[in-house]
């Protein structure tokens, strides 16, 4: 078994689709635009657009012993992906806070683990010490590949981009658009991510200069990380770069949505997930927040969000969306009431904010919640 070592740093290559004109380059270095935000997510959801995310990072994990070994370790169920397969996972704390998010894709020889920007290097360092005699391989490609993101179906010219080492293209599909198997919905209403049909295709770096050249010949366009935001919050999806903390619980979150499997078998800090689903109750909940006026100011995260004058969240993303205006997701107490105006502090500026509850104040405490039949089950008289 080699000992293999991460091969990337916190650093990754400048990203040459930053040339591209119009680009506004963010703090991690993509574009966060190219132009208009607002016109670049209407391009987005028309498929019509993609999003350079190669700040983000790529793991390689491989041999025979890896699915049931990742699966030892983390929140979803993984020792069944099938080539081909995508999902969602969570590395917890043994107290159950969320220290990783991933996004996982196996073709059938390696699983790929998608993770957000600047935490390759820690995660593959803490896999290698955890392989002890199993058979696997990790090694951190980030530096090696970039990751696209776009909506519905990948341009016919970007397919022979796209890697394949094992004759599957490595695209990692969004499960957020239904509750994953041996997960659970907190949220009680109508869940936008229903319609959400984004994509990421993980591509060598080598072929950077290629889709520069795609895109300056007008085949293919590019929208910023900025647009992709405004849309994730649209559709409260949590993404551990915005949304987490030192304190996160995934139940906080909706996160059992899709990235928690109740059913499983051990992994760390699966005791305070069954013990907060079961028993007790998480003690903060996301929330959707609509504010007030199309001109306001776009509040930065960790905005204070009050009651009156009680402080009782702050903000993890705020975004201008096309349809909405601006728009955030706010992590807020539990007993935050619902029925509040609340109002979000941007730098002084106090701005009103309708909230939409996501997770209620009563999520948790199911294992005594009556079941209603599945539909289609067969009743069998007595």
Same mark, same amino acid.
């Given at each position: 078994?080699?000992?293999?070592?991460?091969?990337?740093?916190?650093?990754?290559?400048?990203?040459?689709?930053?040339?591209?004109?119009?680009?506004?380059?963010?703090?991690?270095?993509?574009?966060?635009?190219?132009?208009?935000?607002?016109?670049?997510?209407?391009?987005?959801?028309?498929?019509?657009?993609?999003?350079?995310?190669?700040?983000?990072?790529?793991?390689?994990?491989?041999?025979?012993?890896?699915?049931?070994?990742?699966?030892?370790?983390?929140?979803?169920?993984?020792?069944?992906?099938?080539?081909?397969?995508?999902?969602?996972?969570?590395?917890?704390?043994?107290?159950?806070?969320?220290?990783?998010?991933?996004?996982?894709?196996?073709?059938?020889?390696?699983?790929?683990?998608?993770?957000?920007?600047?935490?390759?290097?820690?995660?593959?360092?803490?896999?290698?010490?955890?392989?002890?005699?199993?058979?696997?391989?990790?090694?951190?490609?980030?530096?090696?590949?970039?990751?696209?993101?776009? *909506?519905?179906? =990948?341009?016919? &010219?970007? %397919?022979? +981009?796209?890697?394949?080492? $094992?004759? !599957?293209?490595?695209?990692?599909?969004?499960?957020?658009?239904?509750?994953?198997?041996?997960?659970?919905?907190?949220?009680?209403?109508?869940?936008?991510?229903?319609?959400?049909?984004?994509?990421?295709?993980?591509?060598?770096?080598?072929?950077?200069?290629?889709?520069?050249?795609?895109?300056?010949?007008?085949?293919?366009?590019?929208?910023?990380?900025?647009?992709?935001?405004?849309?994730?919050?649209?559709?409260?999806?949590?993404?551990?770069?915005?949304?987490?903390?030192?304190?996160?619980?995934?139940?906080?979150?909706?996160?059992?949505?899709?990235?928690?499997?109740?059913?499983?078998?051990?992994?760390?800090?699966?005791?305070?997930?069954?013990?907060?689903?079961?028993?007790?109750?998480?003690?903060?909940?996301?929330? *959707?927040?609509? =504010?007030?006026? &199309?001109? %306001?100011? +776009?509040?930065?995260?960790? $905005?204070? !969000?009050?009651?009156?004058?009680?402080?009782?969240?702050?903000?993890?993303?705020?975004?201008?969306?096309?349809?909405?205006?601006?728009?955030?997701?706010?992590?807020?107490?539990?007993?935050?009431?619902?029925?509040?105006?609340?109002?979000?502090?941007?730098?002084?500026?106090?701005?009103?904010?309708?909230?939409?509850?996501?997770?209620?104040?009563?999520?948790?405490?199911?294992?005594?919640?009556?079941?209603?039949?599945?539909?289609?089950?067969?009743?069998?008289?007595?």
């Amino acid at each position: 078994m080699a000992d293999d070592a991460s091969s990337a740093s916190g650093d990754m290559p400048p990203s040459p689709l930053t040339a591209l004109p119009g680009a506004i380059v963010g703090a991690t270095g993509v574009a966060s635009a190219y132009g208009n935000s607002l016109t670049e997510q209407r391009s987005l959801l028309a498929g019509s657009a993609l999003v350079d995310l190669s700040d983000r990072g790529v793991i390689e994990v491989s041999g025979p012993d890896r699915l049931g070994w990742l699966d030892s370790l983390l929140s979803q169920r993984l020792d069944n992906l099938k080539p081909g397969q995508s999902a969602e996972t969570l590395l917890l704390d043994p107290h159950g806070h969320v220290q990783h998010a991933m996004r996982v894709f196996e073709d059938g020889q390696t699983t790929w683990l998608l993770v957000d920007e600047g935490r390759s290097a820690e995660l593959t360092k803490w896999l290698l010490k955890m392989r002890f005699m199993k058979q696997v391989e990790i090694i951190d490609r980030s530096a090696e590949m970039l990751t696209l993101g776009y *909506f519905g179906e =990948l341009p016919d &010219v970007l %397919v022979p +981009l796209i890697l394949q080492p $094992a004759d !599957v293209p490595v695209i990692w599909h969004d499960p957020w658009n239904e509750v994953a198997e041996g997960g659970w919905q907190y949220s009680a209403q109508e869940h936008p991510g229903t319609h959400w049909n984004y994509s990421e295709a993980v591509v060598p770096r080598s072929a950077a200069n290629e889709l520069v050249d795609l895109a300056t010949a007008g085949v293919i366009s590019f929208a910023g990380t900025d647009a992709l935001e405004a849309l994730r919050i649209a559709a409260w999806r949590p993404r551990i770069a915005a949304e987490g903390d030192d304190n996160a619980l995934p139940h906080e979150f909706d996160w059992l949505r899709t990235a928690v499997h109740l059913n499983k078998g051990c992994y760390r800090g699966q005791e305070t997930v069954a013990k907060v689903h079961n028993l007790g109750h998480p003690p903060r909940r996301l929330a *959707f927040l609509s =504010l007030d006026g &199309v001109d %306001v100011v +776009l509040p930065e995260a960790g $905005a204070a !969000v009050l009651d009156g004058e009680t402080e009782v969240g702050h903000i993890t993303s705020a975004a201008r969306h096309f349809e909405e205006g601006v728009i955030a997701l706010a992590i807020l107490k539990r007993n935050a009431n619902t029925e509040s105006e609340l109002v979000v502090d941007a730098e002084g500026t106090r701005i009103p904010a309708t909230q939409v509850v996501i997770v209620p104040p009563e999520a948790g405490r199911t294992a005594n919640v009556p079941r209603l039949p599945r539909l289609g089950a067969v009743k069998r008289e007595g």
